[in-house]
C-alpha cells in the first residue's frame, strides 16, 4: 500500500537529516515513492509503499519524530495521478 506521511515541521535541517539516514534503512520491501517539501519548508510529504500504515508509522517516526509532527494515512493509490504499484 502507498502511505502518505504529512509533516509540520519544527526543525527543518534535523528533519531533513533524518530522512537522508531513514532512506539508506528502509525495511526489507519498502519503496520510498516521493519526498517534498513547501517552499517555505514548513510542510512536507513523503509516500512510502509498505505493508501498513503503522509499519510507516514506526519507521518514520523513529528518525523524523524528534523534528516533525507527522500525520499518516493510507493513500487512495487508485485515482492518483503517477503513482505506480
Do not use: Y
Not at 539508506?24 to 516521493?34: F, I, N
Not at 507527522?70 to 503513482?83: I, K, P
Amino acid at each position: 500500500m502507498h502511505v502518505m506521511a504529512i509533516s509540520a515541521i519544527s526543525d527543518e535541517n534535523g528533519f531533513w537529516g533524518s530522512l537522508k539516514k531513514a532512506h539508506g534503512k528502509l525495511p526489507k520491501g519498502a519503496r520510498w515513492v516521493l519526498a517534498v517539501s513547501s517552499t517555505g519548508g514548513g510542510k512536507a510529504v513523503n509516500i512510502i509503499v509498505h505493508d501498513s500504515v503503522d509499519g510507516v508509522r514506526d519507521f518514520f517516526e523513529g528518525f523524523a519524530g524528534p523534528f516533525a509532527t507527522t500525520e499518516f494515512c493510507e493513500a487512495d493509490a487508485a485515482n492518483a495521478v503517477g503513482l505506480q504499484k
